[in-house]
């Protein structure tokens, strides 16, 4: 549906079919609907942690991270 929709000139047409796609994806498309996802909670002394940095895939790169007294 998405490249039949990518071929069309009219915008408003373009519009209805990609809508369309959409409707097909949520009503019969999916099986399941992920509800929940992962949450990192992170608790430290900013004073003392330095170099806490998280990668764009939400992870903690320990190798850089730096702890005084």
Do not use: C, S
């Not at 915008?11 to 079919?17: C, D, F, K």
């Not at 097909?24 to 940095?53: I, M, S």
């Amino acid at each position: 549906m998405l490249l039949d929709a990518e071929k069309l000139d009219d915008r408003q047409a373009r519009l209805e079919m990609i809508a369309e796609a959409e409707r097909y994806l949520v009503n019969d498309g999916l099986p399941l609907l992920p509800l929940y996802h992962y949450v990192n909670v992170f608790a430290f002394d900013p004073d003392r942690v330095k170099n806490l940095y998280l990668t764009p895939r939400m992870m903690t790169m320990m190798k850089y991270i730096e702890v005084t007294p």
